[in-house]
C-alpha cells in the first residue's frame, strides 16, 4: 500500500512545480508586453487555460488520494493561489487589448518589471515544496517585491492624478490597470504566505 502512495504524492510536487512554471512564464509574458507595448494576450491566454488544467489536475488528484504530502486545506489554497496569479496576468493583458491602450506609462512598466521577479521567486518556493531547503530567503524576497509594489501603486496613481492632458476615460482606465497589477502582485504574495504555512506545518 506505501508503496502505491509515494507516486501519488510526488505527483503534487510535479503539478506545483508545473503551476509555478506556468506563474513564471505568464509574468515574463506581461513584463514583456508592456515594455514593448505590444499584445501578448493570445499566448497570456493560452498559459491560463493550461494552468486551468493543472489545477482542475490537482483538485482531482486531492480527492482520490488518501495520504496527501501536506494538508489537503493548504494544497487547494495553494492551486487556486498559483492559478489565480495567472488569472489576473492574463485580465491585465485583456484590459490593456479591450482599453486600446496606446502608450503604456513608464509606472506600468515598472510594475510589469517587478511581477516578472515575483515570478521568478514563486516558481523557486514552489520548486522548494519537498523539503523547504533555503526558502526563507526566497519567501522574504517575495513580499519584499510585493511591499515594492505598493510603493509604485501610490506613485503611479499620485501621477496619474497630476497629469492633466490626461482624459477622465483615460484616468479611469488606468486606475484600473493599476489596481490589477497590484492585485496580480498581491495573489504573489499570498502564495508565499499559503507555502509559508505549510513549511511550518511541516517543520
Known amino acids: 500500500m506505501k508503496l502505491n502512495l509515494i507516486p501519488r504524492e510526488r505527483r503534487f510536487y510535479e503539478l506545483f512545480k508545473q503551476q509555478g512554471a506556468l506563474v513564471n512564464e505568464s509574468l515574463t509574458e506581461l513584463r514583456d508586453s508592456l515594455l514593448e507595448g505590444r499584445s501578448r ?10 494552468c486551468d488544467d493543472v489545477t482542475r489536475e490537482i483538485y482531482n488528484l486531492t480527492n482520490r488520494t488518501f495520504t496527501t504530502p501536506m494538508e ?19 485580465e491585465v493583458s485583456d484590459k490593456v487589448d479591450l482599453y486600446e491602450i496606446a502608450s503604456i506609462t513608464d509606472s506600468a512598466k515598472r ?3 517587478c511581477l516578472a521577479k515575483a515570478g521568478v521567486e514563486v516558481a ?27 510603493s509604485m501603486t501610490r506613485s503611479a ?3 496619474l492624478f497630476e497629469t492633466n492632458h490626461k ?13 490589477l497589477l497590484e492585485s496580480t502582485l498581491d495573489e504573489c504574495e499570498s ?5 509559508e504555512t505549510i513549511a511550518i506545518k511541516n517543520a
Open 41 to 50: 494576450h493570445p499566448r497570456l491566454r493560452e498559459l491560463e487555460h493550461e
Open 72 to 90: 489537503q486545506e493548504d494544497i487547494l489554497l495553494l492551486a487556486h493561489g498559483l492559478d489565480q496569479v495567472v488569472d489576473l496576468a492574463e
Open 111 to 113: 510594475f510589469g518589471e
Open 124 to 150: 523557486n518556493a514552489v520548486d522548494k515544496l519537498e523539503d523547504f531547503n533555503d526558502i526563507d530567503p526566497v519567501l522574504l524576497e517575495i513580499h519584499r517585491l510585493e511591499n515594492e509594489g505598493d
Open 157 to 159: 496613481l499620485q501621477k
Open 167 to 179: 482624459t477622465a476615460a483615460d484616468v479611469i482606465k488606468w486606475k484600473d490597470l493599476y489596481s
Open 191 to 195: 502564495v508565499a504566505e499559503i507555502i
